[in-house]
């Protein structure tokens, strides 16, 4: 049997450099070729470093086969993905499948420390896992520390051969893939933040397919260009792979149709201006419906918090260029087009409009129901915290020395060291975790109201267990601790159904009669608006340790984390498997 392989291997090459160059982004088509039965996939993910230049500032950073943006993957729903992971770095390295069911796969998943020890210097792990009813645009991304800022990419999976879509066939796709840029080597932000324990230093730049694009300094001639045909229609898969900002999109004089949120589709909806949480993904129809011309693409930052940190979050937007057949292809001044108007960067309002706007096309996804009735309600507080820091640097009257925190009904996530979470369940190693992470807030009270002064948290390993087909309700309410945040909160191993959300705090009896049940859409990662709450509810029919956290990385480097333990039930088809050989060891 022929396997198709694609090989994104460019190792002959001596010296790896990532270049600026000015960047045509491919239109998709080539994913068409894909072969239309069930396949195996063969992927070589060499992590190694690579110089790169953006912002006039050349820096080495670490890559998956010396791209930046890594390698977009194409499968298509069904098939068997098998990718090899090399460690050529000196940093230990996991990488994960964003949004990816992992149906009885959980040590595929890939979040250090919960389904596997970290893949060490010169070592590697092969993952293996199948695409089991799932059909979008999802990612791939590091799962250790902040090394995803670089090291990641596009996990594109084509529905089955033979799918009707809910949504006319595009005449061709493209995809827009939003990160962020520091000129610093952002291990190094990430470990003296933690070392002072207070801020954190911002990137420099927005990027899309990596690139900053005109407004930046030195970027305009490498910004991205979306080529297009007046009169077409195209699927744009858009991914929000940055780290700690909540993104606005928009494309000028061209409304854009949401048809799929994180790999399920939704019913269409119009509109001039996206929010993406980072780790949400969204997949929209544009037609090229202007006056033949370029046309700037573009994200800027969604925060509705005051900007507290040492540095100004990148109060400059990044663009790209739509950019018609027949068109000028020379532009002289990045002033030259005109910006798309966004609403003020902390427009919470609009932001929970377009998530309120977003319906599911179906209650049967990703192969299991809506859950009607819930086995386990749960209320999870989410919001800051301090800890007692003798070596730290931040300072919030009347304690001195105190780091930063963040937990999840009081509890803030550390991360083990001598074996996985998993590990530690599967072979019954005691001392890696407790299981006794509380359904509810311990001591209850007024969550939004008049900012508490009892800032301290449990610093610690705790999971909670859920019995094998058990039917779960969570609750997000966002704290008023300090102050309010929006977390974007993602959980791995299954998607889940937002069934609410609301404005202060939750109430059980007035807003629960108010949920969804008819058309909420299934996400993998739900952005609880800041000082408000959101309702989740899933079926945990697939066994095994999944990390839930707060898809900021500043917000999980301080604790924003916990893992369900989903265990077995009582058919093969419902029971972990025993761990591969290859899996790394602590
Ligand atoms: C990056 O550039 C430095 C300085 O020019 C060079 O020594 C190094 O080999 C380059 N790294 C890679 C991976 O090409
Ligand atoms: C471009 O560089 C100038 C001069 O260094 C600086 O003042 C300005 O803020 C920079 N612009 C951006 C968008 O970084
Ligand atoms: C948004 O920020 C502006 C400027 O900092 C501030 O004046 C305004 O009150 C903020 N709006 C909200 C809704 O927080
Ligand atoms: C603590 O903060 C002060 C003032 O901001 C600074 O001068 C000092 O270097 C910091 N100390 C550490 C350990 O970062
Ligand atoms: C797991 O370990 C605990 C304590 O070490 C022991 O009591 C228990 O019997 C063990 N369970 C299994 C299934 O091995
Ligand atoms: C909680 O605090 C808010 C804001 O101060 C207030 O409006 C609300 O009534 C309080 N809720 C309760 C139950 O006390
Ligand atoms: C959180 O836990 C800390 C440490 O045990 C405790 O001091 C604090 O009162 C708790 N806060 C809440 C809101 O439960
Ligand atoms: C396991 O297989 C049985 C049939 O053998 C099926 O009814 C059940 O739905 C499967 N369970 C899951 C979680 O897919
Ligand atoms: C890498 O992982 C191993 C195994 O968990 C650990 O012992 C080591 O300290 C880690 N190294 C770094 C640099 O974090
Ligand atoms: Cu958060």
């Known amino acids: 049997m022929a396997t198709y392989i694609i090989s994104f291997c460019i190792l002959f090459l001596s010296i790896i450099l990532v270049q600026p160059m000015p960047t045509i982004a491919r239109r998709i088509d080539a994913a068409r070729s894909l072969a239309e039965s069930p396949q195996i996939r063969k992927f070589n993910f060499k992590v190694q470093y690579a110089n790169a230049t ?7 950073l670490v890559t998956i086969n010396g791209q930046f943006p890594g390698p977009t993957m194409y499968v298509r729903e069904g098939d068997t993905v098998i990718v090899k992971v090399q460690n050529r770095i000196d940093y230990n390295v996991t990488i994960h499948w964003h949004g990816v069911r992992q149906f009885l796969t959980a040590w595929a998943d890939g979040p250090s420390y919960v389904t596997q020890c970290p893949i060490q210097k010169g070592h590697s792990y092969t993952h293996k896992f199948e695409v089991v009813e799932q059909r979008g645009t999802l990612f791939y991304h590091a799962h250790v520390s902040w090394l995803r800022a670089t ?37 190094d932000v990430i470990e003296e933040a933690l070392r002072v324990g207070g801020g954190y230093q911002h990137s420099d730049a927005l990027t899309i397919n990596g690139q900053p694009g005109a407004l930046y300094n030195c970027s305009l001639s490498d910004t991205t260009v979306f ?19 909540q993104l606005y999109v928009s494309v000028v004089g061209h409304s854009l149709t949401v048809v799929e949120a994180d790999a399920e589709y939704t019913k269409p909806y119009t509109t001039d201006i996206l929010v993406l949480a980072p780790g949400q993904t969204t997949n929209v129809l544009l037609t090229a419906d202007q006056p033949v011309g370029q046309y700037l693409i573009s994200a800027t930052v969604f925060t509705p918090t005051p900007n507290l940190n040492i540095v100004p979050f990148p109060q400059t937007p990044t663009t790209a260029i739509l950019r018609y057949k027949g068109a000028e292809t020379v532009l002289s001044s990045p002033t030259e087009l005109a910006l798309p108007k966004f609403p003020s960067f902390n427009d919470s309002i609009f932001a929970a409009g377009f998530t309120k706007s977003l319906k599911g096309l179906s209650t049967h996804t990703s192969g299991f129901d809506l859950p009607l009735n819930v086995d386990k309600e749960m209320l999870f507080t989410i919001g800051y915290a301090v800890e007692v820091c003798p070596t730290c640097n931040l300072t919030v009257s009347p304690n001195p ?67 094998f087909g058990e039917s779960v309700q969570i609750v997000f309410q966002d704290t008023s601790t300090f102050f309010f945040e929006g977390h974007p909160i993602h959980l791995h191993g299954t998607n889940f159904f937002v ?14 009669a108010n949920f969804n049940l008819v058309d909420p859409p299934s996400r993998n990662t739900v952005a609880v608006p800041s000082g408000r709450w959101s309702a989740i509810r899933f079926k945990a029919v697939n066994p095994g340790m999944w990390f839930m956290h707060c898809h900021f990385d500043i917000h999980t480097s301080w604790g924003m984390a916990m893992a369900f333990l989903v265990k077995n039930g009582q058919r093969v088809n419902e029971t972990l498997p025993a761990p591969p050989s290859d899996l790394p060891k602590c």
């Not at 953006?54 to 080495?60: D, P, Y």
């Not at 051969?161 to 893939?177: G, T």
């Not at 080529?227 to 900002?245: C, P």
């Not at 069934?499 to 629960?512: A, I, L, Q, R, Y």
Request: proline letters at 6%.
């Open 151 to 187: 090291l990641h990419g596009a996990f594109i999976m084509l529905p089955k051969a033979d799918a009707v879509l809910p949504y006319p066939k595009p005449a061709n796709e493209h995809l827009l893939y939003l990160g962020e840029w520091w000129n610093d080597n952002v291990e």
């Open 227 to 245: 080529d297009v045909v007046k009169g077409e229609t195209y699927l744009f898969r858009i991914v929000n792979a940055a780290v700690n900002f």
């Open 499 to 512: 069934v609410g959300e609301g404005f202060g705090t939750f109430d059980p009896v007035k807003n629960t």
């Open 401 to 467: 020395r105190l780091r930063m925190r963040t937990s999840i009904n009081n509890v803030s996530f550390v991360e083990p060291t001598s074996a996985s979470l998993m590990e530690a369940y599967y072979y019954n190693i005691s001392g890696v975790y407790e299981d006794d992470f509380p359904s509810d807030p311990i001591y209850p009270y007024n969550y939004t109201g008049a900012a508490s002064s009892n800032f301290f948290s449990v610093v610690g390993t705790k999971v909670k267990v859920i019995e």
């Open 54 to 60: 953006r912002l006039c500032h050349t820096k080495s």
